[in-house]
């Protein structure tokens, strides 16, 4: 999700205010559905071993690179079950 700028509510003008929410409750909602995919396109991730599961008491730095890898290959892939 992108930052998104909402500037000032009306706080005199009840049908002003009520646009205005409209307008931010847009925007947010717009914001959110930015393209991960894309937003991922910028980065090549090779020489790891696929992984889901990752015991924080016992990781390694290899076992933490392979799931940061296996992460950006899914979210680039939209899910794990999708084609790359």
Aim: proline share 6%; aromatic share 4%; charged share 25%.
């Amino acid at each position: 999700m992108r930052p998104v700028s909402l500037g000032q509510p009306p706080l005199n003008d009840k049908a002003a205010m009520n646009r205005w929410m409209l307008a931010a409750l847009q925007e947010i909602e717009r914001s959110s559905h930015d393209d991960i995919p894309q937003m991922f396109s910028g980065y090549a991730v090779t020489n790891y071993t696929e992984t889901r599961t990752l015991d924080a008491g016992s990781a390694t730095t290899a076992d933490i690179a392979n799931v940061l890898c296996t992460l950006i290959t899914d979210l680039k892939a939209r899910g794990p079950k999708r084609t790359r």
